[in-house]
């Protein structure tokens, strides 16, 4: 039986992350994505790994969270990225495509968790870790969606954050907790810690000398 406390803090971490990823005031999109960080903090003492928890919070919260909020104030005498992101999206025409790619990736994941499961778990109610489970998927998918549609190096950045949260929760939920497991997950953190050290660094390089925010290329303007 999933508690009422399961339930909020799934429902937080769903808003937080959509929350996240479609504000285009940056610097409101980086402290949610560090109130993010710590839910899924909470959600990993709630699941019994306080290592983890720990490590979510420093990690994820303090150190990536604080390198986003760093990488928009600047350094020395670069200057300061736009707190508001103006760039455009994708085409539209590619919005079905990605829908599609999205949706079907979803349905073929969700449908390899079911077969680990198996027919006995899919027949009893919702458990605790099925639903963390389908959190997880639901985090990716935002995050994926995200990472096609936006221009943003630093919207990017927090999409694939975000899609390492989800791969984290789904792993968690669905592999048996080893320490195999905790390993993988601590240097997932690791690694998307680094990973955004870097990207900051290439997007205040790239602003510094283009006064660019995307690597794609701006259409010229019309004679």
Do not use: Y
Request: proline share 4%; aromatic share 6%; charged share 15%.
């Amino acid at each position: 039986m999933v508690s009422i406390t399961v339930w909020v803090l799934v429902g937080a971490l769903i808003l937080l992350a959509a929350a996240c990823l479609m504000d285009r005031d940056l610097f409101r999109a980086c402290w949610v994505f560090i109130a993010f960080a710590m839910v899924m903090a909470l959600i990993w003492l709630m699941l019994g790994e306080p290592w983890l928890a720990l490590a979510e919070a420093v990690l994820g919260a303090g150190l990536t969270g604080g390198t986003l909020l760093w990488t928009l104030r600047g350094r020395g005498k670069r200057p300061r990225l736009a707190p508001l992101d103006r760039t455009p999206r994708r085409r539209r025409l590619t919005a079905h495509l990605r829908w599609l790619m999205t949706l079907t990736w979803l349905g073929l994941t969700s449908l390899a968790i079911g077969q680990l499961q198996g027919l006995d778990a899919r027949m009893h109610p919702l458990s605790v870790d099925t639903l963390f489970a389908l959190t997880g998927l639901l985090v990716m998918s935002l995050g994926l969606w995200a990472f096609a549609a936006q221009r943003h190096l630093l919207r990017l950045l927090l999409a694939f954050n975000l899609i390492g949260s989800g791969v984290f929760l789904l792993l968690a939920s669905v592999a048996v907790p080893r320490a195999e497991v905790r390993a993988l997950i601590l240097i997932g953190l690791t690694v998307g810690l680094l990973g955004s050290v870097l990207g900051a660094a290439v997007l205040l390089r790239l602003h510094a000398l283009t006064g660019q925010v995307s690597l794609m290329t701006p259409p010229k303007a019309s004679a």
